[in-house]
């Protein structure tokens, strides 16, 4: 989600959003959000809750959009910090926390990444239905198979 040339921020969520609605996706989490500091939106038939840094830099971030039709289920909004954020839902069969996750790369000094996995697996020690990124899947397995 590279920002162009003029183009504020704002600008391109309701594109993003109108590609969601297009693909039929209730939620999405998205990373390198590039948007500072945490909050929320509604646009487009969506809520869009961002977390990144706290020091106004437009970089990295993860965000989760959620159908407008989801609202009343959203129970908690943990913006953890750029890497990280949690949304906590009630649903009928009890609740479901949503991760959203931006994964230090290789290049990452080694105390970002122990840091990064350390919250990932506090916010992993719940008893409740738990989705993240698939992508983080292989990694998250491999770690906690470190101990």
């Not at 969520?13 to 590609?19: T, V």
């Not at 939620?27 to 809520?47: D, F, K, N, Q």
Request: glycine share 8%; aromatic share 8%.
């Amino acid at each position: 989600m590279g920002q162009r040339s003029g183009e504020r921020q704002d600008d391109r969520l309701p594109l993003l959003l109108r590609e969601l609605r297009r693909l039929r996706l209730e939620v999405a989490a998205l990373s390198e959000v590039r948007r500072p500091g945490s909050g929320y939106v509604s646009v487009g038939g969506y809520i869009y809750y961002w977390s990144g840094h706290s020091n106004g830099h437009n970089l990295q971030g993860v965000a989760i959009a959620i159908s407008n039709r989801f609202q009343t289920s959203v129970v908690e909004v943990t913006p953890g910090d750029e890497r990280i954020m949690v949304l906590r839902l009630k649903l009928a069969f009890g609740f479901m926390s949503l991760i959203s996750v931006y994964t230090p790369t290789d290049v990452c000094k080694l105390d970002i990444k122990e840091m990064f996995y350390a919250k990932l697996v506090e916010q992993l020690s719940s008893n409740e239905q738990i989705f993240i990124d698939e992508s983080i899947e292989v990694k998250i397995q491999r770690k906690m198979g470190d101990r």
